[in-house]
């Protein structure tokens, strides 16, 4: 059954992991894990990436022009290959987004990025702790969090993220040493709603995007942009698209209409790239003295 998740090349199950033959360009490994859609993750030393989903560790790195996906086996990947969003035809997505002339831009300058798709009740918390931060900040955050409160995973250095009932049961006073200001009441009510369920997070893979929305948007401190980040890499509805400062300046500079119709279906993976681009590359770009933005909406 793994080996049907990938979409055109099947994965080769090896003694030491899983090797995607020819994959390298197809998932930019700092891009993805490090353009502040998830918080998880960290570079090593020799180059790899490790990082924690859903309790479970994994080691990524490129071999060549091959990905291997290292210390797990067949019956780990298809969670793997679920969150990595390995069974998406991005090659298809990206040729159409290459129509564009901003997104081509963006492209060339940040190949490779996916979505990810994480755990709803992570991604609602983390999402919660990102409102009016910065990515090392955010990190930090949830790493204290995770010490404090989730399981050792043994022998990896990381700990899972905690249960929606353990966070319930906290006060503000003992998330103190997070330092999250008031974000931290925010989380207690977040975790609240879930372990009473009042907020079924089950639920809401099953609704409309707007009913969904509107339910995220009841959660203390969970306002549009928010709720549109959980959507987006919670629940995979690749349709949102977050609107944080960033995205704000691309949308006013290339998009003054919105993007047009092509993208709007997937507006959420095409935005990643844009506000890696944005944040990234764009200020290189402008420095040298390239041109504010390519005709929009063509």
């Known amino acids: 059954m793994a080996d049907k998740i990938i979409l055109g090349v099947p994965p080769v199950f090896e003694a030491g992991g899983v090797r995607l033959p020819g994959w390298a360009g197809q998932l ?3 891009e993805t894990l490090d353009c502040g859609q998830a918080f998880r993750w960290r570079q090593r030393e020799d180059g790899s990436w490790e990082g924690v989903a859903g309790g479970r560790y994994l080691r990524l790195e490129q071999q060549g022009e091959d990905l291997f996906l290292a210390g797990i086996g067949s019956a780990e990947f298809p969670f793997w290959a679920r969150y990595l969003d390995l069974g998406r035809d991005y090659p298809a997505l990206w040729e159409l987004f290459r129509k564009n002339p901003t997104l081509r ?3 060339a ?33 949830v790493e204290r969090l995770c010490q404090g409160w989730g399981e050792d995973i043994p022998g990896t250095g990381f700990h899972a993220f905690p249960r929606g009932e353990v966070l319930a049961s906290l006060t503000e006073e003992d998330l103190a040493p997070l330092r999250a200001g008031w974000r931290s009441r925010y989380l207690l009510d977040a975790a609240r709603r879930v372990a009473e369920g009042r907020l079924d997070l089950e639920e809401l893979e099953t609704l409309p995007t707007l009913e969904a929305e509107a339910r995220l948007l009841e959660v203390a401190g969970v306002g549009k942009k928010v709720a549109q980040c ?9 349709e949102c698209i977050p609107m944080d400062v960033w995205m704000k300046r691309v949308m006013a500079e290339c998009y003054p209409k919105g993007f047009p119709s092509y993208l709007k279906p997937y507006g959420g993976i095409a935005q990643q790239t844009l506000f890696h681009y944005y944040r990234r ?18």
Not at 133 to 138: A, D, G, K, L
């Open 109 to 141: 300058l940040c190949p490779g990025i996916r979505v990810l798709r994480q755990d709803p009740w992570e991604a609602l918390c983390t999402f919660i702790l990102s409102a009016n931060n910065n990515v090392p900040r955010i990190k930090g955050i």
């Open 28 to 30: 930019a490994l700092a």
């Open 105 to 107: 831009r963006a492209m």
């Open 281 to 298: 590359g764009r200020a290189g770009e402008v420095s040298a003295g390239a041109a504010p933005c390519p005709k929009p909406n063509a």
């Open 230 to 238: 959980i959507l987006l890499f919670g629940f995979g509805r690749v």
